[in-house]
């Protein structure tokens, strides 16, 4: 098995960004959602990625954005990867692809298998989908996680990821109980909403490097 990807999501300043490369993310995640506590304007988002070291993948999160904000975005923080988090489809995120011409993610909350099941309408369109705990007030960030024994007999036809509710304390059973290829936190790594916490980001990597 290759080794399992990592992405830190809700990264909003250089010396968490910086610090999350030093621990061996792969991926970071930048929220541009105004209803969040981890949000970053393009103008903030644009400044980080010009300070990215070179080993880290730049992930841009919307929601439901309107195809100008997605233009703008994608044209102002020129990122690897965009991650939709709400209620976009498959043919929008089509669109998006053919016309952006970018990786892009998807985000889906899985409540049972009906959702996984739902999931190939994705096929041959998301570069990448991310298990994830339902939605609540907020699309992510929500530190809660979901039946993970879903996912044991799931038969993925695309990339995955696993997100929701994930620590340096339960990330190694997470991966050992789904076989993720990549798993994402984001609360789980804080001292607080939004405030990203450099020793528990180091104590994630090093977990799921030890998985």
């Given at each position: ?7 830190i999501c ?22 541009h ?9 393009l ?16 992930v ?23 991650q939709?988090h ?8 089509k ?17 049972d ?27 992510g960030?929500?530190?809660t ?29 997470a ?6 290829p ?22 994630f ?7």
């Amino acid at each position: 098995m290759d080794q399992t990807k990592i992405k830190i999501c809700g990264i909003s300043t250089v010396e968490t960004m910086q610090a999350a490369a030093d621990a061996g993310a792969d991926y970071i995640g930048l929220v541009h959602f105004e209803k969040s506590p981890r949000h970053v304007s393009l103008e903030q988002a644009a400044k980080l990625r010009m300070h990215a070291p070179a080993s880290l993948k730049i992930v841009l999160l919307l929601v439901n954005a309107q195809p100008e904000l997605t233009a703008q975005a994608v044209t102002t923080v020129k990122p690897d990867v965009l991650q939709f988090h709400g209620t976009e489809t498959p043919e929008w995120i089509k669109l998006v692809k053919e016309k952006l011409n970018i990786e892009v993610w998807k985000a889906l909350g899985v409540r049972d298998r009906h959702t996984l099941m739902n999931s190939a309408r994705y096929n041959g369109i998301a570069d990448r989908l991310l298990f994830d705990a339902p939605a609540k007030a907020l699309p992510g960030g929500t530190g809660t996680s979901f039946d993970w024994d879903l996912l044991r007999t799931h038969k993925h036809e695309i990339n995955w990821g696993l997100a929701g509710g994930l620590d340096q304390h339960n990330v190694s059973e997470a991966i050992a109980a789904t076989g993720a290829p990549l798993v994402d936190t984001s609360s789980g790594v804080e001292s607080a909403a939004g405030i990203k916490d450099i020793d528990k980001i180091i104590q994630f990597c090093e977990a799921v490097r030890s998985a």
